[in-house]
């Protein structure tokens, strides 16, 4: 099973900042099979990225994915007051599929 | 719109069973893999299982850890995906969600993008 290790545990940031969640596996994802997801309280996941680095469907320019093999990263580029949340990463390529730990992105 | 939507959550004691059940609406329920995936606040999110469409023949994979004890199916007359739960232990207590694959594809590696607002399942005495 891959160990999806992310960090920091928690961001404190201002809106306007720019964020950088990490997330690093326990072996190499196969096909680059990656996606992160954004979780507001008593609400479901969202998908933001798939891929490494396809946005999801009506996903905003400012979140952007990237990485390879074993070290992957969720950048956003300008904090909105609606993008504080927690991100979990999520490889989909090996069997079970895995998910982070989640980093938690809060208003400082 | 596309929809999934989760009931039959609940209190239930150690050793017992619940069927959860999840009403697809929205897209090609048919040809769609579905999963499930559950949320504790001790083991974050978790995979659970999936069922293909009748494609691939319903081929059904479930996560190791739950040793034999769940049982997903489907009724695509219904568009409805269940998840039967038998010999419940206090660390099933989670909140369960189904969901499907991006598009509502039924390939072998997709990412999850639709997913149900959940249920909750609370095992304890």
């Known amino acids: 099973e891959i160990v999806l290790t992310q960090s920091p545990g928690t961001l404190s940031l201002s809106p306007g900042e720019r964020a950088t969640l990490s997330c690093r596996a326990s072996q190499t994802v196969r096909s680059s099979y990656l996606a992160w997801y954004q979780q507001k309280p008593g609400q479901a996941p969202r998908l933001l990225i798939y891929?490494?680095?396809s946005r999801a469907t009506a996903i905003p320019d400012r979140f952007s994915g990237s990485g390879s093999g074993t070290d992957f990263t969720l950048t956003i580029s300008r904090l909105e007051p609606e993008d504080f949340a927690v991100y979990y990463c999520?490889?989909?390529?090996?069997?079970?599929?895995?998910f982070g730990g989640g980093t938690k992105v809060e208003i400082k | 719109e596309v929809q999934l939507v989760e009931s039959g959550g609940g209190l239930v004691q150690p050793g017992g069973s619940l069927k959860l059940s999840c009403a697809a609406s929205g897209f090609t329920f048919s040809g769609s893999a579905l999963h499930w995936v559950r949320q504790s606040s001790g083991k974050g999110l978790e995979w659970v299982g999936r069922i293909r469409s009748t494609s691939y023949n319903y081929a059904i994979l479930y996560a190791d850890s739950l040793e034999g004890r769940f049982t997903i199916s489907r009724d695509d007359s219904k568009n409805m995906a269940y998840l039967q739960m038998n010999s419940l232990k206090t660390e099933d207590t989670a909140v369960y969600y189904c969901?499907?694959?991006?598009?509502?594809?039924?390939?072998?590696?997709?990412?999850?993008?639709?997913w149900g607002k959940g249920t909750t399942v609370t095992v304890s005495s």
């Open positions: 891929g490494v680095s």
């Open positions: 969901t499907r694959l991006l598009a509502g594809g039924d390939q072998t590696f997709e990412a999850l993008d639709v």
């Open positions: 999520h490889q989909y390529g090996n069997s079970p599929r895995t």
